[in-house]
């Protein structure tokens, strides 16, 4: 079954503290963590404030736990397409830039959640940041195990720059609300992945002539 494309996390089921979950997503990425109270979340959850307190110890443990979760959610969704688009390595590094076409298109899109939240909170030391960075780092290791397995020459700076081009698809899109940000990354993409491909085939070709050489 085709998974839903995610603006911050998954539908969540009907308890308590799923419907808590449920308001904080919607109204901190339409309106930003800054500019919603925890009180306004209450109010749209539907909750006392007696059960989100038993739920959660304030609002930056909400924060970081619907952070969490629009992590999993989302990278769960980006493989799960890009694998539905193309069966192949090759294919699913260039099917990515399809997948967040789709992602773009959605009429609430707002770029990235775990990044909105982390500029928006100052405090170097929040937690938040520190999340971000291990949700990039999820995002870019997976990209480096498809670049090794379809033959990149140097998979992790292939997976660097296309984190690259992700990112700033990303950025893009919201700024300019143009989907059509994701072909031009795509196109670059192509490039960049069968310039890395053709030189290993170039230093495996060339590995094998002197083997050869050698052996006479």
Known sequence: MKQTPPLSSPPLKSGARDRILEAARTLFYRRGVNNVGIDEVIRESGVAKATLYHHFSGKDDLILEFMRQGDTYWLDWLKNRTQEKAADPRGQLLALFDTLAEWFALPGFRGCLLTNVSVALAEPEHAAHELLREHKTKVQHHLRGLAAQA??????????????????????????????????????????????????????????????????
């Open 151 to 216: 033959g990149a020459a140097h998979p992790e700076q292939l997976s660097r720059q296309l984190m690259l081009l992700l990112e700033g698809a990303t950025a893009q899109a919201r700024t300019y609300a143009d989907p059509g940000v994701a072909e031009e990354a795509k196109n670059m993409a192509r490039l960049l992945l069968q310039l890395s491909v053709a030189e290993d085939a170039q230093r495996k070709s060339s590995d094998g002539t002197d083997s050869e050489e050698a052996e006479q």
